[in-house]
C-alpha cells in the first residue's frame, strides 16, 4: 500500500541539529523527497535522494536513507529560526508518472 | 529561473459557485500536477498531464475537472463548490523522458488558496 508516516512535531534550541524521521511502505519507491513549507507558503524542494543511495549530503543537509527498513531521515546541521517550518517527506511511486505520496508533515521549531 | 507559476493567489467563492485555477509549468516541462492540502493535512494528489493527456488520477472529486493545453498550462475547474473544497491548491511540474519516462524532480508553485463561504 502507499503511507508515509511522519513524527507530528520536533523543537530544538538554535544552534543544535535537527534530525526528522519518515518511514514509507512502497518498496518500489523509486526517489525520496524532502520538502519545506513555510506559513501560508508553497511546498520548497529541499532534497532527493535515489532509492539505491544510502546517503546524500547537501550543505546542512544530510538524508539518510535505509531501503531495508523503508526509513528516511533529514538531519539539519546548525539549525537556524529560518529552519522552522513544516517538513513533508514524500515518495515517487514506480511507474514514471511521478506521483509523490505525501506524509503528514514534521513541524519544526527552533527556539533560542 | 523561471518557476511554476499559478493564478490567482487567491480566491474567494461561495457554495455551488465554479472557479478555475490555472497553472503555468516551468518551460519545457511536460508533465502538470494537481495537488490538494487542506487545513493542517499533507498534500493530496488530484490529477496529472502529461503531454496533455491525463497520466494519472487520484483523489479527484468528479465536480472536479482538469486539463493539459497545447502550451502545457493546465486549468483545473470545479464546480458545485462545497465548504469541504476550501483548501490550498498546487500545481506542480516535472520532465519526463518520453523514451525513458524518467523520472525527474517535481516543481512546486506557491498554490492558489481557495476560501469557500
Known amino acids: 500500500g502507499e503511507d508515509v508516516e511522519q513524527s507530528l512535531f520536533l523543537s530544538v534550541r538554535e544552534g543544535d541539529s535537527s534530525v526528522i524521521n519518515c518511514t514509507y511502505t512502497d518498496s518500489s519507491s523509486t526517489y525520496l523527497y524532502w520538502y519545506k513549507q513555510e506559513p501560508g507558503a508553497g511546498l520548497q524542494l529541499l532534497t532527493y535522494i535515489f532509492s539505491n543511495m544510502d546517503m546524500k549530503q547537501d550543505q546542512r543537509l544530510t538524508v539518510l536513507l535505509n531501503k531495508k527498513d523503508k526509513h528516511l531521515s533529514l538531519r539539519i546541521a546548525d539549525t537556524q529560526t529560518g529552519d522552522s517550518a513544516i517538513y513533508f517527506c514524500a515518495e515517487s511511486l514506480s511507474g514514471g508518472y511521478n506521483k509523490l505520496i505525501f506524509g503528514a508533515g514534521t513541524r519544526l521549531a527552533v527556539h533560542p | 529561473a523561471a518557476g511554476v507559476i499559478q493564478s490567482p493567489r487567491h480566491l474567494i467563492k461561495e457554495k455551488r459557485e465554479t472557479a478555475t485555477l490555472k497553472c503555468y509549468p516551468i518551460p519545457r516541462h511536460d508533465t502538470v500536477y494537481w495537488y490538494q492540502q487542506g487545513p493542517g493535512q499533507d498534500p493530496q494528489f488530484l490529477i496529472s498531464?502529461?503531454?496533455?493527456?491525463?497520466?494519472d488520477k487520484g483523489s479527484i472529486p468528479d465536480r472536479f475537472s482538469a486539463q493539459q493545453f497545447s502550451d502545457y498550462h493546465s486549468e483545473l475547474n470545479m464546480s458545485s463548490l462545497e465548504l469541504g473544497d476550501s483548501a490550498l491548491y498546487f500545481c506542480a511540474s516535472s520532465s519526463q523522458g518520453a523514451a525513458t519516462r524518467t523520472n525527474e524532480k517535481l516543481f512546486f508553485g506557491s498554490g492558489t488558496q481557495l476560501s469557500v463561504l
Open positions: 498531464f502529461y503531454e496533455k493527456m491525463q497520466s
